[in-house]
């Protein structure tokens, strides 16, 4: 299987809400997110080692995400970049991410080491206050 191919599967492991699925395809000692912290936005807070993942997925339920749809993939070596289009709802407000970008990177036996958002953070620290 391809790298490319376990994003997806993680992809329809997450609209279907099985994150155990997707917590079995990281690396014990994975970095999620730890490039750079958003401040104020919890669903985008560090996270070092598959036992705290977890906590990514308990603060993105904060919001309703209405549209989850990854449509572009590129991969290279041990690295997978996505694309993904993001409707979501949170406080009431309707938010829209047209091209947010996942990042990946793979151990030698297919496991995830490393996450990595794209994102618009301005955009994510006014969901997180509301505006």
Same mark, same amino acid.
């Given at each position: $299987?391809?790298?490319? =191919?376990?994003? #997806? ?7 279907? +809400?099985? !994150?155990? /699925? ?11 997110? &730890?490039?750079? +912290? ?9 996270q070092r080692g598959r036992g705290n993942v %977890? ?9 309703? !995400? ?15 970049? &996505? ?6 709802? $949170?406080?009431? #407000?309707?938010?829209? !991410?047209?091209?947010? +970008? ?5 151990? %030698?036996? +297919? ?7 794209? &994102? =618009?953070? /301005?955009?994510?620290?006014r969901m997180a206050r509301g505006e």
């Amino acid at each position: $299987m391809s790298n490319v =191919d376990t994003v #997806k599967k993680m992809y329809a492991a997450f609209t279907r +809400g099985d !994150i155990t /699925a997707i917590i079995e395809k990281l690396d014990e000692n994975v970095e999620w997110d &730890t490039e750079v +912290g958003v401040t104020g936005v919890p669903w985008l807070e560090p996270q070092r080692g598959r036992g705290n993942v %977890p906590k990514f997925f308990n603060n993105l339920a904060m919001m309703e !995400i209405t549209k989850f749809e990854p449509h572009t993939f590129f991969e290279q070596g041990n690295k997978v970049f &996505t694309l993904v289009r993001i409707e979501a709802t $949170m406080n009431g #407000k309707r938010y829209t !991410i047209p091209n947010e +970008g996942h990042y990946f990177t793979f151990t %030698p036996n +297919g496991q995830v080491a490393n996450f990595q958002h794209v &994102t =618009d953070t /301005a955009t994510a620290q006014r969901m997180a206050r509301g505006e």
